[in-house]
């Protein structure tokens, strides 16, 4: 469900504009030039509040972050703590995630995070996640040879499903854990997972790396998905009639 739109929304975008990239496909293979001086490019899809945005730009300051987000009332707040923090290396999309090789050329991305996406628990709607096999072959499309996508959710059927999808793509699963914190807090996180942490609720954690036998857009229609329903986060069947 979608935020209602906040009535100061508009004018608290305009106060950020500086950091919002509106014409993505006209940079398309030259962000580096626009934007010099970075190491690298990440791109992280659906950045909500931008809590791990933030922090991870706080901690490397040699990348450039790139977030995309499609709720501009999330998106706003992200920001506004980029904005406070005053760092100079975070660029925001609205936009969508279906469209990535519009935006970028092939191999100019190095990294994408996916953290907590929405699960779209019925089977009919399993085309939405963002582990689906359209998205993946978009994440290829747009990564170079060993880059990665970084993959978290508490939402453990979503992270058997997506594991499952990921392999059947080809990309190399590494460091996959299901307590990513067993032994306390690792990386950083995003504001679902500190709270998740706090209640003791366990965490996936999975690293895909392209290889020569991941697929991309030129590999033809990715497959049809069937019988895709998931059990929610809680464990809670999900009624469906597919």
């Known amino acids: 469900m979608r935020m209602r739109r906040k009535t100061n929304l508009d004018s608290r975008i305009e106060k950020?504009?500086?950091?919002?990239?509106?014409?993505?496909?006209?940079?398309?293979g030259a962000w580096a030039k626009k934007y010099p001086g970075f190491k690298e490019l990440?791109?992280?899809?659906?950045?909500?509040?931008?809590?791990?945005?933030?922090?991870?730009?706080?901690r490397?300051?040699?990348?450039?972050?790139?977030?995309?987000?499609?709720?501009?009332n999330a998106m706003v707040m992200?920001?506004?703590k980029v904005q406070s923090a005053g760092l100079n290396n975070v660029i925001f999309i609205d936009g969508d995630a279906a469209k990535?090789?519009?935006?970028?050329?092939?191999g100019e991305i190095s990294m994408i995070y996916l953290n907590f996406s929405d699960p779209w628990p019925k089977s009919r709607d399993?085309?939405?996640?963002?582990?689906?096999p359209a998205f993946l072959r978009s994440y290829s499309d747009v990564l170079p040879m060993d880059g990665e996508i970084r993959f978290k959710t508490d939402n453990t059927p979503l992270f058997e499903w997506s594991c499952d999808m990921?392999?059947?793509?080809?990309?190399?699963?590494r460091e996959l854990t299901n307590d990513l914190h067993a032994n306390g807090p690792a990386g950083v996180m995003t504001d679902y997972e500190l709270r998740f942490y706090a209640e003791g609720k366990k965490i996936n954690r999975v690293i895909a790396v392209k290889s020569e036998n991941t697929k991309g857009s030129a590999a033809g229609a990715p497959p049809r998905l069937r019988n895709a329903a998931l059990s929610d986060a809680r464990g809670r069947a999900e009624k469906t009639d597919d």
């Not at 950020?16 to 398309?28: G, Y």
């Not at 990535?100 to 092939?106: G, K, N």
């Not at 399993?126 to 689906?132: G, I, P, Q, S």
């Not at 990921?166 to 699963?173: C, F, K, M, N, R």
Request: charged share 30%; net charge negative; with cysteine.
């Open 100 to 106: 990535l090789s519009e935006m970028f050329a092939p």
């Open 126 to 132: 399993a085309k939405f996640r963002l582990t689906a």
């Open 16 to 28: 950020c504009s500086e950091l919002m990239e509106t014409s993505a496909q006209d940079i398309r």
């Open 78 to 80: 992200a920001m506004e």
């Open 42 to 58: 990440r791109l992280e899809i659906g950045c909500g509040k931008g809590t791990f945005t933030v922090e991870t730009a706080k």
């Open 166 to 173: 990921l392999s059947s793509e080809g990309w190399q699963l």
């Open 60 to 72: 490397e300051p040699d990348i450039l972050m790139v977030a995309l987000e499609k709720e501009q």
